[in-house]
């Protein structure tokens, strides 16, 4: 199994709260629990646009396992700087 390194995690908001989802399976500091959207607090959460399984900027290699197209967006790795 290859894991993608330029699959990463975005912000997704929730369209009825309008604050950021959290991951999905992930959890949170009790002091971020009033500033994100959550299942068991908002009914936005189960509705479109999904939350994925990374957080932001978190890559599915980091992660560790396969991950869902939702909530995370492709991007190009960052180019080595070679000096001679």
Not at 4 to 30: E, L
Not at 43 to 72: I, R
Request: with cysteine; proline share 7%.
């Amino acid at each position: 199994m290859t894991l993608n390194p330029n699959k990463v995690g975005i912000t997704i908001y929730c369209a009825s709260c309008g604050r950021p989802k959290v991951p999905i399976g992930r959890s949170v500091s009790i002091y971020m629990s009033n500033s994100i959207c959550a299942r068991d607090s908002c009914y936005g959460y189960s509705e479109e646009p999904y939350a994925g399984s990374l957080w932001p900027g978190e890559s599915e290699a980091d992660f560790g396992y396969p991950v869902s197209d939702h909530g995370t967006a492709i991007v190009q790795a960052a180019k080595e700087e070679t000096t001679t």
